[in-house]
């Protein structure tokens, strides 16, 4: 994983094992940092069904293993004809989870890896409140007792404000969501591609075409399409723009580790005849 070059908002990558820089010979993949955008167009709520279910899961999904996923779906947006009405089930969707100890069955999400990442996720709800961003639910660090106590839990948070804030534009790498809408399938697009990343996407509607254009539009390594963190093996993983160089799962990933030779040989004695 990158890491932020002291004093900017640069990155710089990580050397690990399948970087170039350990490979010394440019091969490899690099993974960076994303804000991947979750779209929920308005047909998503045409029905009270088991899609519609699924979709307000989908919107959680922001939570899921505390937000420290590369691909969490960070961003939402919301087609604003049923703006409203998706957003305060969501919102209510996100306040059943269930936080506590990783090891207990019932338990929905966890602690932060570490103080300093609760430390990090704490301080960008705090920039998120002094951008005018709205807190519709959490915000806070939740203290446990007994076994869990002084550990590094925070509220599942979502955010209601403007894509040019910087809860929308830098990873958070926690349970934090920014949520904000769109008018049309253009706008959202727009929205979506507005971001130095493009490592993963979701795309929620009822209409296959809509589906099928909006994953061609987007600025993404991974579309999911009415669902969202599936990570089959067999599918190629990586990202555009800044999200990263190169390929990885999927036999194309085998690419990245080997050099390239061709071998020309001629089995004729005889000269071609140019010269």
């Given at each position: 994983?990158?890491?932020?070059?002291a004093?900017?908002?640069r990155w710089?990558?990580?050397?690990?094992?399948s970087?170039?820089?350990?490979?010394?010979r440019?091969?490899?993949?690099w993974?960076?940092?994303v804000?991947?955008?979750?779209?929920?167009?308005?047909?998503?709520?045409?029905?009270?069904?088991?899609?519609?279910?699924?979709?307000?899961?989908?919107?959680?999904?922001?939570?899921?293993?505390?937000?420290?996923?590369?691909?969490?779906?960070?961003r939402?947006?919301?087609q604003?004809?049923?703006?409203?009405?998706?957003?305060?089930?969501?919102?209510?969707?996100?306040?059943l989870?269930v936080?506590?100890?990783?090891?207990?069955?019932?338990?929905?999400?966890?602690?932060q890896?570490?103080a300093?990442?609760?430390?990090?996720?704490?301080?960008?709800?705090?920039?998120?409140?002094?951008?005018?961003?709205k807190?519709?639910?959490?915000?806070?660090?939740?203290?446990?007792?007994?076994?869990?106590?002084?550990?590094?839990?925070?509220?599942p948070?979502?955010f209601?404000?403007?894509?040019?804030?910087?809860i929308?534009?830098?990873e958070?790498?926690?349970?934090?969501?920014?949520?904000?809408?769109?008018?049309?399938?253009?706008?959202?697009?727009?929205?979506?591609n507005?971001?130095a990343?493009?490592?993963?996407?979701?795309?929620?509607?009822?209409?296959?075409?809509?589906?099928y254009?909006?994953?061609?539009a987007?600025?993404?390594?991974?579309?999911?399409t009415?669902?969202?963190?599936?990570?089959?093996a067999?599918?190629?993983f990586?990202?555009?723009?800044?999200?990263?160089?190169?390929?990885?799962?999927?036999?194309?990933?085998l690419e990245?580790?080997?050099?390239?030779?061709?071998?020309l040989?001629?089995?004729s004695?005889?000269?071609?005849?140019?010269?």
């Amino acid at each position: 994983m990158p890491r932020r070059v002291a004093g900017t908002r640069r990155w710089r990558p990580f050397c690990g094992w399948s970087s170039p820089c350990l490979s010394g010979r440019g091969t490899g993949t690099w993974l960076y940092w994303v804000k991947s955008p979750n779209l929920f167009f308005d047909d998503i709520w045409t029905a009270d069904d088991d899609l519609r279910d699924k979709a307000l899961e989908g919107f959680t999904m922001f939570a899921l293993n505390q937000g420290e996923v590369c691909t969490s779906p960070s961003r939402v947006l919301i087609q604003h004809g049923r703006y409203g009405d998706f957003l305060d089930a969501a919102v209510a969707r996100t306040e059943l989870i269930v936080p506590g100890h990783p090891l207990d069955t019932e338990t929905m999400i966890g602690a932060q890896a570490s103080a300093e990442q609760l430390k990090k996720v704490l301080s960008y709800v705090e920039i998120g409140r002094q951008e005018g961003a709205k807190i519709l639910t959490g915000g806070e660090r939740v203290e446990h007792g007994g076994e869990l106590a002084g550990g590094f839990y925070v509220q599942p948070t979502v955010f209601e404000g403007d894509n040019r804030m910087r809860i929308f534009q830098e990873e958070i790498f926690g349970p934090v969501v920014s949520v904000t809408s769109f008018q049309d399938f253009d706008d959202a697009v727009r929205i979506a591609n507005d971001t130095a990343y493009g490592l993963g996407a979701g795309v929620w509607t009822r209409d296959v075409n809509t589906a099928y254009r909006a994953g061609r539009a987007i600025q993404a390594g991974r579309i999911w399409t009415n669902c969202y963190h599936a990570y089959p093996a067999h599918a190629a993983f990586g990202g555009y723009k800044q999200s990263g160089i190169g390929r990885e799962t999927h036999k194309m990933m085998l690419e990245h580790y080997q050099q390239t030779k061709n071998i020309l040989t001629s089995y004729s004695p005889k000269k071609l005849g140019f010269f």
